[in-house]
T-cell receptor, first 116, second 115 residues
Framework: AQSVAQPEDQVNVAEGNPLTVKCTYS??????LFWYVQYPNRGLQFLLK??????LVKGSYGFEAEFNKSQTSFHLKKPSALVSDSALYFC??????????????FGTGTRLTVIP | DTGVSQDPRHKITKRGQNVTFRCDPI?????LYWYRQTLGQGPEFLTY????????KSRLLSDRFSAERPKGSFSTLEIQRTEQGDSAMYLC?????????????FGEGSRLTVL
């Protein structure tokens, strides 16, 4: 079975400090991994994805994520947090096999609060 | 803004009533998805259309749920004989490419409250 875990329900960080939002996955084979963000009263928005290749993936709004196969992790990072980054972040996985080929399995989300 | 639009944004109904949600995807997107999100959880996949064909259905989609995309454009999700456990945010998404290569564009959701 495929799944992702976001171990932290809430992450607080001071503005200007680096931020990390954690995600670990469990899936057979090599996964496709995604990060989405949900701002208040807005739909989920795609941030970045890992399909293959370079383990460090760069995405929208200055975010990046590092795929670590040995630790089965795909943590989201940003060097300097902005107050406007405060939102709900979801990690998602799509396995390579044909089961559920067209859907994503989402984590439970991590609420990021950037403190001015 | 020509993003994914969903209607209604909020529906309150009594247990046992039928409800229908509509989703208008981004016009050039041939792939359409329905997800359900309950409080404190991430979105859960319900069903997937490619053009007018419903190609995947989750086991979460009980026989009280039906989704259509008759002309390969807008889609409807109907819930018959609603139950309190159906209370959730119903999300629609569309994409131009398959999940593995493309990103999904989500609407703002339709919130269902069953009393």
């Amino acid at each position: 079975a495929q799944s992702v875990a976001q171990p932290e329900d809430q992450v607080n960080v001071a503005e200007g400090n680096p931020l990390t939002v954690k995600c670990t996955y469990s899936v057979s084979g090599n996964p496709y991994l995604f990060w989405y963000v949900q701002y208040p009263n807005r739909g989920l928005q795609f941030l970045l994805k890992y399909i293959t290749g370079d383990n460090l993936v760069k995405g929208s709004y200055g975010f990046e994520a590092e795929f670590n196969k040995s630790q089965t992790s795909f943590h989201l990072k940003k060097p300097s947090a902005l107050v406007s980054d405060s939102a709900l972040y979801f990690c998602a996985v799509r396995p390579l096999d044909q089961t559920g080929a067209n859907n994503l399995f989402f984590g439970t989300g991590t609420r990021l609060t950037v403190i001015p | 803004d020509t993003g994914v639009s969903q209607d209604p944004r909020h529906k309150i109904t009594k247990r046992g009533q039928n409800v229908t949600f509509r989703c208008d995807p981004i016009s050039e997107h041939n792939r359409l998805y329905w997800y359900r999100q309950t409080l404190g959880q991430g979105p859960e996949f319900l069903t997937y259309f490619q053009n007018e064909a419903q190609l995947e259905k989750s086991r979460l989609l009980s026989d009280r749920f039906s989704a259509e995309r008759p002309k390969g454009s807008f889609s409807t999700l109907e819930i018959q004989r609603t139950e309190q456990g159906d209370s959730a945010m119903y999300l629609c998404a569309s994409s131009l490419r398959a999940v593995k290569t493309g990103e999904l564009f989500f609407g703002e959701g339709s919130r269902l409250t069953v009393l």
